[in-house]
């Protein structure tokens, strides 16, 4: 009855288009009315507890990091990089497209940040050099989910804070995940435009590679500078958030002199809307969190999944299917949100590593992001590249496959996972 009720009630308000924090706490009321323990007091206090978190602090300060790269010019000089080192193979627009992703991926930490820049830049490129204009905002869509799972991650911050599992260890373990879907992108890439008559770009000369190189090296810094500090315990991610903030303001302003003082205002102000809504929804999640334990919600679940539970495979692609099914109708954000304190339990139960667990949920909650009809990145750069929807399904289809496809390997080959994460944790 319980379970019934808190499906019912989320739902049903998402149906009628109540935004999704304020459903989650409509879904904590009826608990508490289900439960005879309301108290408006109760719901005051886990908001604030739940949005009074260390680690949260991370989230405003990459998004931050995020919008001042953008702004500053550090994005472009990525997408330089790239198309000097590869943009004279054939198709090589779209492996510029690919490279570029996962090197803003280990900047921000934000797909739909990633992604819009990325359209907006590449798509009118691509589209005059000869290539399809869904296809290639498809690849760049695809592209920009590469962003939860490649460290900094937004996604892994909040998967951490909702399930106690350490940040540190999630942002080590997503990056091999996070290449494998780079590299899976550029096999479906060069498998879908083998057959296009697309002229190649003249080779860029060793000069003008270099230039590149040294012109974009204070942006190709960060990266490093992130995952050297947490392997060797430097700083933790919410302290790495502040110094990412940091040396891109330094860089935009100083080094290459982009963005003017004058913008600094502006720019920190979208960054606070932008948070505001992660922040809201958060604490909301918090409420129902605490609701959902005191409802023994993951308890009913376990029961029912308890046939599963001594073949943890089966048990992950069942998990896994359900989270596509949610990913579909729910931003990222907001399903691993409601989601992970109603899994974890059943996850630990059946003797999963949790880490292992947080790097293929957040995978698969990005995918969530390329879905229709929900889908965010989907449906930015489908405004952004000025298309119908159809023609971007059509477009990103072969792409989300080969995600899909990297997903299903990372399942069945744990050690995909785990091997890498505990070497880079060491």
Known sequence: MTLTIF?????????????IAFALLLVSVALMFQLDLFDSQIIAQNLLNGADSFPLMAVP??????????????????????????????????????????????LSGSAVADAAALAALLVPMMVTAGHSRGRSAGLIAAGGIIAPVIPPSIGFIIFGVASGVSISKLFLA?????????????????????????????????????HALADGSWALGLPFIIIFGLKFG??????????AAVYALFVATVIYRELKLSQVFEVIVTAAKTTSGVMLLVAAAMVSAWLVTIADLPGQLASVLEPFM?????????????????????DMTPAILILTPVLLPAIKQAGIDPVYFGVLFILNTSIGLLTPPVGTVLNVVCAVSKLRMEEMVR????????????????????????????????
């Open 310 to 330: 001594e073949h943890p495979t089966i048990l992950l692609l069942i998990v896994m299917a359900v989270i596509v099914a949610v990913g579909m109708v729910m």
């Open 395 to 426: 477009g990103v289809w072969p792409f989300l496959l080969a995600q899909i496809l990297v997903l299903l390997l990372l399942i069945l080959f744990p050690g995909l996972v785990t091997i890498p994460m505990n070497f880079f944790h060491g």
């Open 234 to 243: 430097i700083f933790t991610p919410t302290e790495a958030a502040v110094v």
């Open 61 to 106: 300060f990459f998004m931050l990091a995020g919008e001042i790269m953008n702004a500053g010019g550090l994005s472009r000089r990525i997408v330089t990089i790239a198309m000097t080192l590869v943009g004279h193979k054939r198709g090589g627009l779209g492996y510029v497209a690919i490279i570029a992703s996962c090197l803003l991926a280990s």
């Open 7 to 19: 499906l019912g009630t989320l739902l049903g308000s998402m149906a009628i288009g109540i935004p």
């Open 174 to 210: 997503g990056i091999v995940p996070g290449i494998m879907l780079g590299a899976a992108l550029a096999i479906a890439w060069w498998y879908t435009t083998r057959t296009e008559d697309v002229p190649v770009q003249e080779k860029r000369s060793r000069k003008e590679i270099l």
